[in-house]
């Protein structure tokens, strides 16, 4: 976390062990995504209800580098909010998962704007080839993952771009695409704003 952790407590005394209790959850969130801005987490116990002893509220606010995500645990949500450590860890576990589809939406939106690998032919048989990917990685395909026909048109250094899946024996091809040396490669998922 970049910012140190704001504890705040409202309507109650200020407690040494919620506050360890806190810190404890909250040097979690790195694991979930290790560039957490700051977090700020503010427990209050609102006026006495006619339960026994006091119900407790609890928000985390996370702050990340596009936004601010916000987990609360109120009183009218949960009747088990009279156990103080109940109520930190049902918000904390709230703020975990949100974290985690955050970095899942990341992730998605990254590999959206990667172009797929590519690579060259290194060899050429009758039903199959292998690509030196270039990441230095070698990947087998089968003839008929060559797209239009184009198994019979490939030479050994043509260039390739291609979906990799994982096979029997390692990294395979599922899909290749011969690259035209008269044009540069573009993603096919681009959508050009003249279309």
Request: charge should be negative; proline fraction near 6%; hydrophobic fraction near 30%.
């Amino acid at each position: 976390m970049q910012l140190p952790l704001e504890i705040t407590f409202r309507d109650m005394e200020p407690s040494p062990a919620i506050e360890q209790r806190i810190r404890q959850k909250a040097s979690k969130l790195d694991r979930y995504f290790d560039r957490v801005m700051s977090c700020r987490v503010m427990v209050e116990a609102p006026h006495r209800h006619k339960h026994k002893g006091k119900l407790y509220h609890v928000r985390i606010d996370v702050t990340v580098p596009d936004g601010e995500l916000v987990a609360s645990r109120s009183p009218d949500e949960h009747h088990r909010h009279t156990d103080m450590n109940a109520v930190i860890r049902d918000a904390f576990d709230a703020i975990y998962k949100q974290l985690d589809a955050y970095v899942g939406r990341l992730r998605s939106d990254v590999k959206l704007h990667e172009p797929p690998p590519h690579g060259r032919v290194t060899e050429l048989f009758d039903d199959h080839g292998t690509i030196d990917a270039a990441d230095g990685r070698q990947i087998y395909f089968h003839r008929n993952s060559v797209v239009d026909d184009g198994f019979e048109h490939l030479k050994v250094g043509s260039e390739v771009w291609f979906a990799e899946e994982k096979g029997e024996e390692g990294p395979q091809a599922s899909t290749v695409h011969v690259l035209d040396h008269h044009h540069i490669y573009e993603d096919p998922t681009h959508k050009h704003p003249n279309l």
